[in-house]
């Protein structure tokens, strides 16, 4: 699949090998070649509210508890957005007037301008209530059949940058999570690598933030400063 799609890439630049390739993102000039590179390989088959469990949980127990003023929340590998917006509409839901902001941030800026739009096909919505559909999604007419926007209140409080997680992160993130989501990501890193992901994901979270991975993902000799409340769900401590 990653051959198939950097195939494209070099033939355009006229290359007949991978090693080629790679020489050719070394050198300085190349720079914009690199996230040309990294448009073509993210992959976003994702939709609204996957694992369920997740957002059942940041709902009735997280969130219900929760007496803070300003709660933060991070989609750390938002892909195209569908796990931010789905936070959003939660933390709509269960906090009414208090403040709320989400951060969804990926290294592709082809899926971060998807998510700034925030306009998805219909069949993304296979496991959203359909309560909040109704509430936070605008059905496209005539050329839009088929799709749906999401609600500007929404949009207005979601913010995405691009933020690459193998590298140091901002200060401004630093202790400013309430919740982090990163899902789906660690199962394509090494053990290594695995670990400095999450140490720097830590340090974002806010004493007893919570920190959710994917249910088919692990944190085996990953402590962090962290306790497991529920499978792929840890707290700050």
Known sequence: MVAGRLAKRLHFHGLTSYGEYYRLL?????????????????????????????????????LKNWQGEHFNAWSAACSSGEEAYSLAMILAETLGRKKWDILGSDLSTRVLDTARNG?????RLEQMD???????????????????????????????????????????????????????????????????????????????????ISHSESLHRITCDMEMIKPSIFRKK
């Not at 996957?50 to 059942?56: D, S």
């Not at 059949?145 to 590298?167: A, C, K, P, W, Y």
């Not at 200060?171 to 140490?199: C, G, M, P, S, W």
């Open 130 to 212: 359909p309560a909040l559909l109704k509430k936070y999604c605008l059905r496209g007419v005539r050329s839009q059949e088929g799709f749906f926007r999401v609600d500007e209140s929404l949009i207005d409080r979601t913010h995405f940058e691009q933020i690459n997680l193998m590298q140091s992160l901002p200060n401004k993130l630093i202790k400013h999570f309430d919740v982090v989501f990163l899902r789906n990501v660690l199962i394509y890193f090494d053990q290594n690598t695995k670990k400095a992901v999450v140490e720097r994901i830590v340090k974002t979270l806010k004493p007893g933030g919570y920190f959710f």
């Open 26 to 62: 070394s050198k300085p000039e190349f720079t914009d070649e690199f996230q040309i590179m990294v448009n073509f390989l993210t992959t976003n088959e994702t939709y609204f509210f996957r694992e369920p469990k997740h957002f059942e949980f940041l709902r009735t127990t997280l």
């Open 119 to 123: 306009i998805y096909p219909m069949a």
